[in-house]
C-alpha cells in the first residue's frame, strides 16, 4: 500500500511489474505492501463494455463480461479503460482478450480452472443469486474488499481481509 490509509488499500501495478517491484519499503513507512493475484472483476458497470464501439465486448445475461473476438476491431479503447489492467492485445489475432470466468466450464456446472487447481482452495467460485450457496455463510463471516473500490465498477471478485486485518 504505497500511499492512502491502513483502512483504505490502494492498488498499484507499476508497468503492469514488467521493471519488477521496490525490494524494500523505508523503515519508517508503517504501511504494507503485498501482491494479490488479479483477474477480471466481471463488472456490473463495467467500463469496457462502455467504450467498446462495435459491442464486441459484452456482458453476458449471467453477469459474466466476455468479448467476442469476430466483432473485435482491436481499437484497444477497452484496454485504456478497464481500471485493473486486465485486457490485453492477442498478438496472434490483433483482438482483445482476458479472463473469460472459465465460462466454457461454468456453464457447464464446472468451476473455474483456477478455484480448480488452487491447492490450498484460496479461491472460490459463488452464485451469489443462489441464497443457499454457501458463498454467503463466507461473506457474513469475512471482512471482504474489492479492488478500486472508488471506481465503483461493481466489481464481483471479492477479496478476503485485504486490508490485513482479521475480523
Ligand atoms: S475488470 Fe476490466 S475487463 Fe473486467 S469487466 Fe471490469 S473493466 Fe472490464
Ligand atoms: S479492442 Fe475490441 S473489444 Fe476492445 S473496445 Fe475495441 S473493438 Fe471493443
Redesign the pocket.
Known amino acids: 500500500m504505497p500511499e492512502g490509509d491502513v483502512d483504505r488499500p490502494v492498488v498499484d501495478s507499476p508497468d503492469g511489474g514488467y521493471g519488477g517491484f521496490p525490494e524494500r519499503q523505508p523503515a519508517d513507512d508503517p504501511s504494507k505492501n503485498f501482491f494479490v493475484p488479479k483477474l477480471c472483476n466481471h463488472c456490473a458497470h463495467s467500463p469496457?463494455v462502455q467504450?467498446?464501439?462495435?459491442g464486441?465486448?459484452f456482458e453476458s445475461p449471467d453477469g459474466v463480461v466476455l468479448?467476442d473476438k469476430d466483432?473485435?476491431?482491436?481499437?484497444?479503447?477497452?484496454?485504456q479503460a478497464c481500471p485493473y489492467g486486465c485486457?490485453f492485445i492477442d498478438p496472434r489475432s490483433q483482438?482483445?482478450d482476458k479472463c473469460t470466468l472459465c465460462y466454457h466450464r461454468i456453464t457447464r456446472g464446472l468451476t473455474t480452472a483456477c478455484c480448480e487447481v488452487c491447492p490450498t482452495g484460496a479461491r472460490a467460485l459463488g452464485d451469489l443469486k443462489n441464497p443457499s450457496d454457501p458463498i454467503h455463510d463466507f461473506l457474513r463471516d469475512h471482512k471482504v474488499h474489492v479492488l478500486k473500490p472508488q471506481m465503483a465498477t461493481g466489481s464481483k471478485v471479492y477479496y478476503a481481509d485485504l486490508d490485513g486485518s482479521v475480523r
Not at 466483432?71 to 484497444?76: D, E, K
Open positions: 469496457c467504450v467498446c464501439p462495435v464486441a465486448t468479448v466483432y473485435c476491431l482491436g481499437c484497444r479503447y477497452c484496454v485486457r483482438t482483445v
